[in-house]
């Protein structure tokens, strides 16, 4: 398929189909489906939703979907979570509690771990410059 260049206003009654490269400056109005690489300015008028990651007993906590929903299978379950990139946020909730479950993220700030032992349980980290830093934590505990 061939490329378009527009310039001026764009009003299309079918909408877009495909990749945007470059800028857009103005409003957009309708849904936006697929991934925004870059940066946003300005006002979020609308529902952001994050993806998830089901998590299942002990293992890896990904950074590629920013909610992890936690199911417990066991005592002391043993989560890692790598560096992420600076700015990234990161969701943990414990969801079905079947146990207790203990994140250690590679490079974190001013803390060990973040134990999660009763469903409810959630931490919000930022990846800083320093490591995961913890942004709120709601049951969850640090040491």
Same mark, same amino acid.
């Given at each position: !398929?061939?490329? =378009?260049?527009?310039?001026?206003?764009?009003?299309?009654? /079918?909408?877009?189909?495909?990749?945007?490269?470059? /800028?857009?400056?103005?409003?957009?109005?309708?849904?936006? %489906?697929?991934? #925004?690489?870059?940066?946003?300015?300005?006002?979020?008028? +609308?529902?952001?939703?994050? %993806?998830?990651?089901?998590?299942? +007993? @002990?293992?890896?906590? /990904?950074? =590629?979907?920013?909610?992890?929903?936690?199911?417990?299978?066991? @005592?002391?379950?043993?989560?890692?979570?790598?560096? *992420?990139?600076? *700015?990234?946020?990161?969701? #943990?909730?414990?969801?079905?509690?079947?146990?207790?479950? #203990?994140?250690?993220?590679?490079?974190?700030?001013?803390?060990?771990?973040?134990?999660?032992?009763?469903?409810?349980?959630? @931490? !919000?980290?930022?990846?800083?410059?320093?490591?995961?830093?913890? #942004?709120?934590?709601? +049951?969850? %505990?640090?040491?």
């Amino acid at each position: !398929m061939a490329s =378009t260049t527009f310039s001026g206003p764009v009003t299309s009654t /079918n909408g877009f189909i495909g990749s945007v490269t470059g /800028n857009i400056t103005g409003n957009v109005t309708g849904n936006v %489906t697929g991934n #925004v690489t870059g940066n946003v300015t300005g006002n979020i008028v +609308g529902d952001v939703t994050a %993806t998830n990651q089901a998590l299942s +007993g @002990a293992g890896a906590v /990904n950074i =590629t979907d920013m909610l992890t929903s936690l199911t417990t299978t066991g @005592a002391s379950q043993a989560l890692t979570l790598a560096d *992420g990139v600076i *700015g990234q946020i990161k969701i #943990v909730t414990h969801v079905v509690d079947g146990g207790s479950a #203990v994140l250690t993220p590679t490079t974190r700030l001013g803390y060990a771990t973040i134990t999660f032992t009763n469903a409810g349980d959630t @931490a !919000m980290l930022i990846f800083t410059a320093g490591g995961w830093d913890i #942004v709120a934590l709601n +049951g969850a %505990t640090s040491a």
